[in-house]
């Protein structure tokens, strides 16, 4: 073959070339372009994640723009590697971008904005300007905490009691409830069904500050919380000490089977009863706590006060807290946030109030154990059972029969072992148990009030 048709082959396959190249830099798949699908802008502001794409030709540029009453504006500019002759780095075909938005900085007005994104690619498509993505994205700017007005009044609380507070909202809100020092107890949609009235039960911990700071706070979706002070006087109360001398036999038969099930170390007898009494006491709490806060009952169950355990003597009192000895020996501590009950051996244990039942299985210390929920944060514990009649799930009527009294878990004999929990804190039942404290502190906050 002659130079000149070498020549042409070489032009038709650089013409080919470039027809192909020229075809590939005109391609017209746009940026893609993710990010947040709403922004509530709120006084900690917000992150703004984008994630841009583009694997044809290559991001180019990146533009966040804010329109609102005032107009629009640039909040941030970027531009990507490449040119328009080869397109965007290969390297760089995906970015990352982040942009925190305060509503201070940008001086935003309360109200709703919008975010407009764009982006654009190294195509040679829109004469050379590339292709482009756009999105819109509706913002929310909040930065009003939301309305809170307690609706009811000055309240007497003993230490390690229960009281509830009503108030109203002005706003819909994501969270609301009393904070009592650092323990937060949700609110409820009030029983009188009246929009925006809640009702919150809560307690005062037997470990609470000596005046602690009892507040109804509410916290909205943009993350503004408003609160009051809720008006209370904690009366201070002493609690009970005990001496416990546990013996050697009773490590043996009771803890060391709890530890050995438990992990815990089991030999020496101080040892093993410590770590049952503290350790899978610790655990236990924990697991009682998280079944309660699964799925709460936002309406009330039970009317009036609970029923003590018929026919049963009391043995021991809320909060007292116990000493344990071996041999003379101080071993451990334990406050007992509970009552203990007697009766008869076997006897039937039954629900001192309607509700459901949440949990009904072994638990360490506290053996066969049921826990029942009354609704708006309140709830019951039966401990040591020999046998368990109820499964969780099952509504209960006050007075169903749960299970028999027995000895399983950390106990000496057969007993019940009685609680009630406000939210996550163990309370004095015996407010429960009476009919004028349940109506002068409960009840009456539970009816439509007066307006
Ligand atoms: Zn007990």
Redesign the pocket.
Known sequence: MKRGAWGVIAVVIALAGLGIFSVQRLEGSAPILVTDEKVVLGPKGWNLIIDLEDHDSGPRSLQVRLLDQSGSRSLAEKSFPGGSLAGGDSEASRQHFELHLDPADLRVPDGTATLVISARDWSWRDGFAGNRSELSIPVLVDTRPPQVALVSGLTYIKRGGSAAAVYRLGEATAQDGVRVDDIFYPGFPHPSGEEDLRVALFAVPVEASEQPSIRVVAVDSAGNEGQVRFPARVQQRIFQQSEIEIGEPFVERVATPLAHTAGLPEGDPAETFQGVNEILRGRNETTIREELAKAPLGDRRWTGAFRQLPGSAVM?RFAELRNYSLAGQPVSQAR?Y???LASTAHAPITAAAAGRVVFAEDLGIYGLCVLVDHGLGLSSLY??LSEIDVEPGDDIEGGAILGHSGATGL?GGD?L???VLVGGTYVNPMEWWDPKWVRSHIDVRLKPPRS
Do not use: K, N, Q
């Open positions: 021991s007992h509970g009552f203990d401990a040591h106990a007993h072992h009685f609680a």
